[in-house]
């Protein structure tokens, strides 16, 4: 039956996905609190290969023992009643001790490791696995509309580059291959790490921990990292916060203020940080008063300052 051609001028039609199911990948640290981050995303369930949620109260799987357990969870999601919103897979480097696993049982022959196969081989043979599963939460995610936030500890690779000397950076802790087709699916590929600062002791220069845990969401010479949301570099390790910048990036854009309306706006702003920031604790309320220093006349990001100030004064009330 001819139904006439596909590829049409009248058939062209926008990319642009604002109601998307997030799709992301987290790394960092230990510690650093990566699991709790994905605990704040809306109804999650846990697909948990270590124990890393065992302290939190969040509905989880039964803890794989195959991929073939993999497998199945997803396709329970998929094809079960339930009302969870988010599946968070915790983690990608436990889970890749699975894969190797599956991949040695279902090829011929004596491979008791992911090394027998020789020549890199196993290795491609697992990236054609999670390539399956990759498959398989795409299909979910279509058909149940679920974000999907997969954790990973960090690992210190080395990274080259054609123009200068390898150095290592953070990266995801899986083989380099799995990595890469991960890394590629995903739409944010996220590190979480303490925020850290320098500070000159006489001859010497060290470094010390602010006490904040901060997302990186941009590729740097220290950690791999992207988003296609068009997020700031670096934000709170906090998921309101997160998704919040998710969904103003991915809204329709606003009509332009004018420019009273961008004055009134502007003076309502510096009011307000004028009242909250000495709340600030001391630790804090310098690095806030630089912060509107630097921003000057910059009505979102002195936005944005006035929106972390009223936070960390919440949560010190709390």
Known sequence: MTTGPRMTLAAVTSTRQPSRPLRIALFGVPGVGKT????????????????????LDA?????PSSWGDVLEAVQELMHGEHSFKTL?????????ALCWEHVCKSQPGKNKSIEDFGYGKGYVL??????????????????????????AHAVARDHKDP???????????????????????????????????????????????????LL?????????????????A?????????????DAALAPPRP??????????LAVVRTDLATFVPQLPDDKRQRAAEAVEKAGDDLNQLTKILNHVLKTLDQKAA
């Open 59 to 63: 509905q989880a799987f039964p803890k």
């Open 88 to 96: 968070v897979i915790d983690t990608l480097d436990a889970l890749e």
């Open 256 to 265: 332009a203020l004018t420019a009273e309306e961008r004055e009134r706006r």
């Open 234 to 246: 670096s934000m709170p390790l906090d998921w309101h916060i997160f998704k919040a910048a998710v």
């Open 163 to 213: 123009d200068h000397d390898a150095w290592k950076r953070w990266a995801m802790k899986l083989h380099a291959k799995s990595a890469d087709v991960i890394a590629g699916w995903v739409d944010a590929l996220l590190f979480a790490a303490p925020e850290m600062v320098s500070k000159k002791e006489g001859l010497k220069v060290r470094g010390f921990a602010t006490g904040e845990r």
């Open 36 to 55: 709790t981050f994905a605990a704040q995303a809306p109804a999650p369930i846990f697909l948990c290969a270590e124990d890393g949620a065992g302290f």
């Open 216 to 232: 990186y969401t941009e590729a740097t010479g220290s950690h791999e990292g992207k988003n296609r949301y068009g997020l700031p």
């Open 126 to 151: 697992a990236v054609e696995a999670w390539a399956e599963l990759l498959r398989q939460l795409e299909a979910l995610q279509r058909k149940r509309g679920m974000h999907l936030v997969m954790i």
